[in-house]
Every structure is written in C-alpha cells, then in structure tokens.
C-alpha cells in the first residue's frame, strides 16, 4: 500500500448523494456520520469540499432507458434531496446537482476543481457501484488521482460493494478507510 501524501490545497472531499431520500436505507446513517468525519478534517485543513447530490427539475430531466431491469417511478418526498444534516451542509459550500449517476457529465465539477488547482479527489458516499463509481470513472478519464474512503460508502448488496471496491478502485485509485485515512493524514501533520 503506497502511503499518502495530501496536499490540502490540491485535495478535494467529494461526497456523492449524502442525501435524505438515499441515507435512509439501512446503515445509511453510520455512512453519513463517517462522511461527517471526513468533513470535519476537511473544514479544518481548509479542504475545498464538493456536496454532491442527485435532483431533478421537473421530471422531465430523469434518465429513462429501456433496461431489463426497470425503474419504479415513484413520488420523492419534498425533503429527498436535502442533504443530511450531519454534514453542515451552508449556504457558503459548493454544491453539485446532477441528473444521472456520475457527478462530473452535465454539472461544472471538473471546471471548479481545475480552477482551484485541484488534482486528487477523496471520494465517498451512496451508491458504491452506481453514483460514486460513475464518478470515479470520470474523475480517472479526466486524469484526477483518486482516494477511496471504502467504509464510508454502501450500495444495495454486500457482492456489489465488494466487486467495485475490489476490482475496479484498485485500478484507477488507492483505498481506504475513515481510520487509515485518518492516521495517514495525521502522520504527515
């Protein structure tokens, strides 16, 4: 495991759909305190931090392909995209609206990260294999080196978390947890 080497001042925490609508599958909330966690380190190194969530306008904006698998439509309560108050989330942080899975197609996130000289992104949030991989594949396609905080991100099944953490963040980042994340950090400081 290569270590660390964090440059606050080129690092971004990106949180993908910390949200109130999807922290409320089982063990959502134990995702979102370890992604306050995160955070909390952020706001102190005067980290830049993406909130990231997914909403839609009208309806209208919702992807819509024809799968085997199809989606249910269903009515999203008013509160669905607010992000979970454990975040502190401000008026003053940036927020990211997207549409699809990926927080980078369709939104300004790469624009704003290379504004601010941003390299390497810290990634985390719900779902493992769907928001937060869609990411991490545009993020690696747009050259961003990449930290994977693994236990602060969950999907619908054990095997689908496993497989993307297993095979796919290898490839294109390095991984960890809130905790090694943390002591790697500290060790520098």
């Known amino acids: 495991m290569n270590s660390l080497h964090i440059d606050f001042q080129k690092t971004a925490l990106v949180l993908i759909d910390l ?80 549409r699809q899975w990926g927080a980078f197609f369709g939104t300004d996130l790469d624009l704003q990260l290379r504004r601010r000289g941003i390299d390497t992104i810290v990634l985390c949030g719900i779902a493992t294999n769907i928001g937060v991989e869609s990411t991490a594949r545009e993020a690696f396609q747009l050259g961003y080196h990449q930290i994977f905080i693994t236990d602060a991100m969950m999907t619908y099944s054990r095997e689908e978390h496993e497989a993307t953490c297993k095979y796919i963040f290898p490839r294109i980042g390095k991984v960890r947890t809130v905790q090694q994340f943390l002591s790697e950090v500290n060790e520098i400081a």
Do not use: M
């Not at 989606?71 to 927020?95: K, M, R, S, T």
């Open 19 to 98: 949200q109130k609508g999807i922290v409320k599958q089982p063990n959502g909330q134990e995702i979102a305190e370890k992604a306050a966690r995160l955070v909390k380190l952020f706001r102190e190194k005067a980290g830049f931090i993406s909130f990231v969530r997914v909403d839609f306008h009208d309806g209208q904006d919702r992807l819509n392909p024809k799968t085997d698998q199809p989606v249910n439509a269903v009515q999203l309560p008013a509160d669905w995209a607010e992000f979970v108050p454990e975040l502190g989330v401000g008026d003053e942080d940036y927020i990211v609206t997207k």
